[in-house]
């Protein structure tokens, strides 16, 4: 599926993933894959069908596992590796022509953590140890961890209090990660039917990608970009909480982020209002619900600043990865340097393959500029 030098390769199975058919990849007429660090990531692949079905489509059931894969630059990299949960038919009005469409959309591996509601106890674990238990229990998706220690992280005795889970694993593994303004997603591959459980603070470090270029002539990559600078982001924090081990009042507050900002003006320090929220959390020792009050900043802190773009693959000569930071340049002062790929859509048909990118960061201007050729 190329008229640009990227290829597309689909496996799909009900239990153990294998190439498409002939049949089935000649039939293939577009896809859309969706990374984000919010939430799981997912997919919509449509087929060109008789409307007496399309050959193979028993693997399109719900629940079959659908793994996508793009070759660019020779370099074949796993973009999907996800469950299908619905599926569509829209039947053509021309009995004679195969223009009738099949699509079937779901969700990466993680949407099988959110199927079962649980009522348990979890006793003598603190919240990475949770988490790791839960990933333990799919060994069937290849998940590998990249989990991150939080800075505080009480393991409480049975003497002291039980955690409890009420909900799904998925929900759970998430509720874990807010406490600390982490993040929890799966990140497909790096080879087919493996994955990566990631389980910490956004990745603001990382290996450099290519450079989006705005308004540079020859050099420009991105066909439209806009941004957006939300002064009522930032908040701090305040209030006060008894501590649990000592029924001490102790004050809550935080004024400032604590994460790796990668804007040289961020709103934090910069902006000369910002909005107040009360610390209202109880139950908790003085460690914690100070650890708990800095994710609310953090959070908060992090997308001041959004752009929202378009790229077309063949032209940036690579794959926008999200979560990851890049660097733009090209927009102007206030708006160049390194920022955070919040999300990508990856928008593949024949002939043609965009992405969509929403970037982030806590403030204007350039921080570093680190420009890979």
């Given at each position: 599926m190329s008229k640009t030098g990227i290829y597309l390769t689909i496996w799909i199975g009900k239990d153990s993933p294998r190439p498409a058919s002939k049949e089935m990849a000649e039939a293939l007429q577009s896809v859309e894959i969706t990374h984000s660090d919010e939430g799981r990531?997912?997919?919509?692949?449509?087929?060109?069908?008789?409307?007496?079905?399309?050959?193979?489509?028993?693997?399109?059931?719900p629940f079959s596992r659908v793994i996508l894969m793009v070759t660019i630059n020779a370099v074949q990299q796993v973009m999907m590796d996800g469950i299908i949960a619905y599926q569509q038919l829209t039947?053509?009005?021309?009995?004679?022509?195969?223009?009738?469409?099949?699509?079937?959309?779901?969700?990466?591996?993680?949407?099988?953590?959110?199927?079962?509601?649980k009522a348990m106890p979890h006793p003598g674990q603190d919240a990475i140890t949770i988490a790791r238990s839960i990933i333990q229990k799919y060994p069937q998706y290849g998940l590998?961890?990249?989990?991150?220690?939080?800075?505080?992280?009480?393991?409480?005795?049975?003497?002291?209090?039980?955690?409890?889970?009420?909900?799904?694993?998925?929900?759970?593994?998430?509720?874990?990660?807010?406490?600390?303004a982490y993040d929890f997603y799966i990140i497909p591959g790096p080879k087919p039917k493996k994955n990566t459980a990631y389980w910490g603070p956004p990745r603001h470090e990382g290996g450099p990608q290519g450079v989006l270029n705005v308004n540079l002539g020859p050099?420009?990559?991105?066909?439209?970009?806009?941004?957006?600078?939300?002064?009522?982001?930032?908040?701090?924090?305040?209030?006060?909480?008894?501590?649990?081990?000592?029924?001490?009042?102790?004050?809550?507050?935080?004024?400032?982020?604590?994460?790796?900002?990668?804007?040289?003006e961020p709103a934090?320090?910069?902006?000369?209002?910002?909005?107040?929220?009360?610390?209202?959390?109880?139950?908790?020792?003085?460690?914690?619900?100070?650890?708990?009050?800095?994710?609310?900043?953090?959070?908060?802190?992090e997308e001041v600043v959004q752009a929202e773009g378009v790229i077309d693959a063949a032209r940036y000569g690579d794959l926008l990865k999200a979560r990851e930071p890049v660097d733009l340049r090209g927009a102007g002062h206030g708006y160049d340097g390194t920022w955070y790929v919040k999300s990508v859509t990856h928008n593949i048909k024949r002939g043609e393959y965009k992405q969509r990118f929403v970037l982030t960061r806590g403030g204007l201007g350039p921080k570093n500029l680190k420009v890979k050729k």
């Open positions: 990531s997912g997919f919509e692949v449509t087929f060109l069908t008789a409307n007496n079905g399309l050959k193979g489509s028993e693997d399109l059931k039947p053509s009005s021309d009995p004679g022509r195969e223009s009738s469409t099949l699509t079937v959309t779901g969700e990466d591996v993680s949407i099988m953590m959110d199927l079962h509601e590998e961890e990249d989990f991150t220690d939080p800075e505080t992280n009480n393991r409480p005795s049975v003497e002291q209090w039980t955690p409890r889970q009420r909900g799904t694993d998925l929900e759970l593994i998430k509720n874990l990660a807010d406490r600390y050099d420009s990559n991105v066909e439209t970009i806009n941004f957006r600078y939300n002064a009522l982001s930032p908040v701090r924090v305040t209030g006060q909480l008894q501590d649990r081990e000592t029924n001490e009042i102790q004050p809550i507050d935080v004024t400032s982020s604590q994460r790796r900002e990668l804007s040289r934090m320090s910069s902006q000369s209002h910002f909005r107040t929220r009360q610390f209202r959390q109880s139950g908790l020792d003085a460690r914690e619900a100070l650890a708990r009050a800095q994710a609310m900043t953090d959070r908060s802190a």
